[in-house]
């Protein structure tokens, strides 16, 4: 099976707090994802990488960064958290031959204060 | 542009009893269809897909969906529900790249006793 993970189901901060959220897949997919899931907006692209060190802008990019040094390994970064962050995070993967077909971690629910 | 409308946010079934979700979407071009489910606490799943070849699109757990080009419709349907079916359904139509991939606002499916 594959799997997603993600390095924390529930997280509050501060606003202003630098946010680290890590995903790891262990299917050597080439392509990951982050994705931020709000209620009635469905999912929305933050950032995605195909290969290691490589990123590209999704449809939200604002106020996050994006780190991918090791293949399996992809983390999104909130330099400095507002409340306007506040929201479920879900990190995806797949292969570069079937980018439509990802595999989800079970997200991180973030709660800025 | 493409856009997909997920025309119920939430459904009620009785266990038993037929499951219809509907789907519409928007596409200059011929479009890829999804369907992804998420259970409780989980990630999303890759239920079923539709990439120009059969209009009838079967998937997991006994779902099937239907590609009607005449209608822009992509319904999710499954003869009788379960009550593990019970779990929130996005619709997603995507153009062939990872950043044409558009989800839609979900349908949150609830099955009764």
């Known amino acids: 099976d594959v799997k997603v993970t993600q390095s924390s189901r529930y997280l509050v901060k501060r606003t202003g707090e630098k946010v680290f959220l890590e995903c790891v897949q262990d299917m050597d997919h080439e392509n990951m994802f982050w994705y931020r899931q709000d209620p009635g907006l469905g999912l929305r692209l933050i950032y995605f990488s195909y290969d290691v060190k490589m990123k590209e802008k999704g449809d939200i990019p604002e106020g996050y960064s994006v780190s991918r040094e090791k293949k399996e390994r992809f983390s999104l970064i909130l330099e400095s958290a507002s409340t306007n962050q506040t929201s479920m995070y879900l990190c995806a993967s797949s292969f570069l031959r079937d980018q439509e077909t990802q595999y989800f971690g079970p997200g991180t629910r973030l709660l800025v204060l | 542009a493409q856009s997909v409308t997920q025309l119920d946010s939430h459904v009620s079934v009785s266990e038993g009893t037929p499951v219809l979700l509907r789907c519409n979407y928007s596409?200059?071009?011929?479009?890829?269809l999804f369907w992804y489910v998420q259970h409780p606490n989980k990630g999303l799943q890759l239920l079923l897909k539709?990439?120009?070849?059969?209009?009838l699109v079967k998937g997991i757990n006994g779902f099937e969906a239907e590609f009607k080009k005449s209608e822009t419709s992509f319904h999710l349907t499954k003869p009788s529900a379960h009550m593990s079916d019970a779990a929130e359904y996005f619709c997603?139509?995507?153009?062939?790249?990872?950043?044409?991939?558009?989800f839609g606002a979900g349908t949150r499916l609830t099955v009764k006793p």
């Open positions: 596409s200059s071009y011929s479009p890829s």
């Open positions: 997603v139509v995507s153009l062939g790249g990872v950043n044409d991939m558009r």
């Open positions: 539709y990439t120009s070849a059969a209009t």
